[in-house]
C-alpha cells in the first residue's frame, strides 16, 4: 500500500534531543546525538545492530538514564522529571517492542486491558470491551481475543503489542525493530500497519530498524545512526545520495541481495 | 630481575580480583537491602492489587496443597516410627505423642513447609519474574505506566507471606495425624488420649514462635524469589541461575533464621 501523506506540524517538536551521550563500561554508545521528531512525523532511525539504535528510544521512555545531554517529550524534561510525573508522560507515549514482549500469562484480552484499567479510573467494563475491540479491530485481529501469546504467530505478536500501546491513544509511538524476525509479506503488512497509526491515531512516531524496506515504506524523515552520532538526516533518497563507505553498502545489501 | 618479577605479579592480580569480589558482594548487599526497602514502601501505598494478591495466594498456597499433604503425613509417620526404639530402650513409649508434637510444632512443620515452598514456590517465582525480565514484559508493564514492581514483587511476596504460616499449620495438623495414627497402630493410644498428650508440653510462646517463624520464612521466599527474578539478566541462562538462586538462596536464610528464631524464642521461655 503506498504511504499517504502524512500532516506534519514543523512548528511543534514533540521530541526534542540535544547533546546524549551514553555509554555501558567502557563501550560510548551514543556520542552526544541532537534530533528533534515533529508532530504527526514518521521519523525512521537507521542503524546497524548494536549502534544505540534501541538504547535511544529506552531513553526517551525513561527505561534507561542518559550519561549527558537532555532528552525533552511533549514539554517534559525526561532525565530530570519525578517518577510520578514520568508515569504520567508514559501513558502518552506507546512503545512497541522488538519481541512484542506481550504478558504470557493473560489471554489477548487481558493483554490489552491491562494498562487501560490501570490507567484509566472509573473506566465501566462495557468500555473497556469497546476499546479493546477497537484496538484490535484497528490491528485485524479481532479473532484472537481469546487466545494466549502462546498460540499467536509472530507477526499477529507485533500486531497485539501495537494494539496494546494504541489502547491508551498515545500521541508519539516508538517501534523497537517491528519487522525483525518476520516474513517480507508479513513486514510489508506491518508497515502498512505503522501508516495506518499514523493517519488513523495521528501520532508522531520513532521507527528503529535497519530494514530499508520498512524505513522507505514508513519513514517521513530518515536518520542514520553511525559511530554514535546522527551522521546523516533527510528524507530517503537523500540519505542514500552518497558514496560513504559506511552508508553505501548498508543500501546495497539491502535491495541489490 | 625477570624471576622477582614473576614470583612478585600474581600477587597484586589476585588481590585486585579479591577486591573486585568484595565490592561486588557488598554492592548485591546494597541492592537487596534497597529492594527490601523498595517493598516496604510500595506495599502500604495505593493502588491495591487485591485480586493479583489472591491469584498469588492460590497460586502459592492451594497448588502446594498435594505436595504439603504427602510430606506432612510421611514426616509425622516417619518421625514417630524412628522415634519408638529410643523411647522403648528407657521404657518411656508413652512420652512418644508430647516428644511427635513438640517435633512438629516447634520445628518440623514451619522448616518442612519453608523447605518445599523454597524449592516449589521460590524457583517458580524466579524463573516466572527473570522470563518477564528477559522478555521485556517487565519493560512494557513500566513504559505503559503501570507499577510492575507492585503488581509483580508485592503480590507475590504478600501471597508468600500469608499462606507459608498457613501451609506450616496444615502440615502440623497432617503431621500430628500421621503420627497418631502411627501411634494408635502400635500402642492402641486413642485420638483423645494422643491429642491430649501431644498438646501438654507446648505452651503459648512455642505456637506463636513457630507462627512467626513460618511468616518470616514466607516473606524470606518471596523477596528472595522475587529479588533473583526481577533483577535477572543474560537470557534464558539468567532464567536458570534466578531460579536455581532463588531455591538456594532462600533455604540457606531459612536455616539461618530458624536458629536466630529458636535462640529469640529461648529468651522468652
Known sequence: MEKQKAHIDKNN?????????????????????????????????????????????????????????????????????????????????????????LYDSMTVRKNLEFPLVRNRKGITRKEI???????????????????????L????????????????????????????????????????????VQQRYHTSSIIITHDLTCAKMTGDRIAMLLDGQFQRVGTFDEVFATNDARVKPFYDYNFIQ | MDSVNNTTSPVPSRVKKMRTKLAAFFLMLYRVYAFVMRFFKEVFLPPYEFKEVIRQCYETGVRSFTLITLTGFIVGVIFTKQSRPSLTDFGATSWLPSLVSIAIMKALAPLVTALIAAGKVGSSIGAELGSMRVTEQIDAMEVSGTKPFKFLVCTRVIATTITIPLLATYTAFIALLGGYLNVSQNEGTTYAVFMDQAFEPLTFVDFWASLIKAIVFGFTIGIVGCYQGYNSTKGTEGVGKAANGAVVTAMFLVFIEEVLIVQIAGWFR
Do not use: W
Not at chain 1, 514539554?75 to 519525578?82: A, H, K, L, Q, W
Not at chain 1, 509511538?173 to 524476525?181: F, H, I, Q, S, V
Not at chain 1, 509479506?185 to 505503522?194: A, K
Open chain 1, 153 to 196: 504467530s509472530g507477526g499477529q505478536r507485533k500486531r497485539i503489542g501495537i494494539a496494546r500501546t494504541l489502547i491508551l491513544n498515545p500521541e508519539i509511538m516508538l517501534y523497537d525493530e517491528p519487522t525483525a524476525g518476520l516474513d517480507p509479506i508479513t513486514c510489508i503488512e506491518i508497515n502498512d500497519l505503522i501508516n495506518e
Open chain 1, 129 to 151: 470491551n469497546t476499546a479493546v475491540e477497537t484496538v484490535l479491530d484497528a490491528v485485524g485481529l479481532s479473532q484472537t481475543i481469546n487466545q494466549m501469546p502462546a498460540e
Open chain 1, 13 to 101: 517538536t514533540v521530541i526534542k534531543i540535544r547533546g546524549v551521550e551514553k555509554s555501558f563500561a567502557d563501550y560510548d554508545v551514543l556520542r552526544g546525538i541532537d534530533l528533534d521528531l515533529y508532530q504527526g512525523e514518521n521519523l525512521v532511525v537507521l542503524g546497524r545492530s548494536g549502534t544505540g539504535k534501541s538504547v535511544l528510544i529506552k531513553l526517551i521512555s525513561g527505561l534507561l538514564t542518559t550519561d549527558e545531554g537532555t532528552i525533552e517529550v511533549l514539554g517534559n524534561e525526561v532525565t530530570t522529571i519525578s517518577e510520578r510525573a514520568l508515569e504520567d508522560l508514559r501513558i502518552r507515549i506507546g512503545f512497541s517492542f522488538q519481541n512484542s514482549a
